[in-house]
Every structure is written in C-alpha cells, then in structure tokens.
C-alpha cells in the first residue's frame, strides 16, 4: 500500500487511525472506527506508533486475540544499503513470531535517491508482510516499485471544512478563538491539517489568549517545503 499525498495532510495519521482500529477492544462492528480512546489498547498507543503493538481483537469474538507487530522506519534516516538490510532483517525477524508484521517506511523516496530500492522491492516481493508506505514525491519513485502498490492519495479540506475543524478542535481543547483568526490560519496553512496543528499548538500555550489574529501573522511562521 503506497500513501501519497502533501507533507503533513494525514498520511501517518491515517496509518495510525489502521492500527489503532486492528487493536481497539472496542471496535465498532458498522463504521470499524476504533474507540473513544478508552480501551486498554487504544490509550496504550497515545504516544505514538513506533512501539511494538501486542494485540488484534476479533469483532466477532471478542475474547480471541493474535499479537500484531508493527515496525516504524523513517527512510529519511537510512543512508547506505547495509542500514537498510539491517533494518529489513530486523522487520522479517518479526515474522518469525506468532501473528501478524505491518511494516511502516515513511518518506520511502528517499531511498531510490540513494539506489536502495531494489533491495527493498525484492524484499516486499519475498516476505509475507503487511507493507505500507509513503511519500510526499510519488514522482521520484520507480515505475517497477509504483506498479505493484495500491495506492491512496490524501486530500485536502474544503475552505468551509477547514474552517470549521480548526474552530472545532480549539473549542475541544479549550483554546479561545477569533473568527478572523481561524480563517487567516486556513489560508495560511494551505488548509494542510498538519501545518494548522502548530498555530493551535502555539495557541494552547496560553489558552486563555488563545488563537488571536496577532499570534497568526506575527508569532506563527510556517515552514517552506523544499
């Protein structure tokens, strides 16, 4: 599974959204959206996704389970080929346990700049392994690697759709907010979730001043991606 889509637009998130539906304790058979965080296994992963996590729940029967083992990578810091074997072999060594291998390579383009790719196309090509990457540059990957992945591309919000999450999450985390405020960090986030997430992180310093149109335009600098 190939996830393309801008820097920051959910690509990680949704891979987290996955797991964290595969081990919820509570998992809604209709929407298969895990809980509200409640479940042991869900509030295990509220620091993040680079654990080993132990458990899918079967939906139809609750108390049978099966250990799922996921293994992160960040491609961005793998530089030569016997940093990615290693990494590889340290994924495979996985399977040979009991249950299922999800193996997570962000920003997996980095690679082929690096003529690594054929290592890991004959690895995904040999282990029965649940490979799911991403990228923000689809274009710099390979025709042979691009064609045998499934692809998904995140998207972007509507105005209107942005407008009104950035409005809602500021009310959920009890940060006070300006009309103008809210619509100057759409604009200037490129209704990118990701980007928007620092303004209401620099807002939540002070909750009480919360996200004002002077924090915007002269506390908040958004980075250039190059």
């Known amino acids: ?9 959910g690509k990680t998130a949704m891979v987290k959204f996955f797991v964290r539906s595969l081990r919820c304790g509570q998992l809604n058979s209709e929407t298969l959206d ?3 965080g409640s479940c042991p296994a869900c509030w295990q992963m509220q620091g ?7 458990i899918f729940v079967y939906d139809r029967t609750p108390v049978a389970t099966t250990p799922v083992h996921l293994h992160v990578v960040d491609c961005t810091k793998i530089y030569t080929p016997n940093e990615l074997i290693g990494t590889l072999r340290a994924v495979r060594d996985k ?18 700049t690096r003529h690594m790719d054929e290592i890991l196309l004959k690895e995904v090509e040999e282990q029965p392994i649940l490979w799911i990457f991403s990228t923000a540059k689809p274009e710099r990957l390979e ?9 998904l591309k995140t998207e972007v919000p509507s105005v209107e759709e942005m407008v009104h999450w950035v409005a809602d999450r500021c009310d959920e985390w009890q940060i006070n907010w300006e009309e103008e405020a809210v619509l100057r960090v759409v ?3 490129n209704r990118v979730v990701g ?23 002269n506390e908040w600098c958004v980075a250039v991606e190059v």
């Open 95 to 112: 399977h040979s346990n009991d249950g299922y291998v999800i193996a997570y390579l962000d920003e997996v383009h980095r690679l082929v």
């Open 1 to 9: 599974l190939l996830l393309t889509g801008l820097s920051r637009s």
């Open 143 to 151: 025709d042979m690697f691009l064609n045998r992945m499934l692809k």
């Open 34 to 36: 895990p809980c509200d």
């Open 187 to 189: 604009e200037k986030s």
């Open 195 to 217: 980007t928007a997430l620092h303004a209401l992180a620099l807002a939540s310093v002070d909750p009480d001043e919360g996200l004002t149109l002077d924090l915007v335009e």
């Open 48 to 54: 993040g996704i680079e654990n080993d996590y132990g």
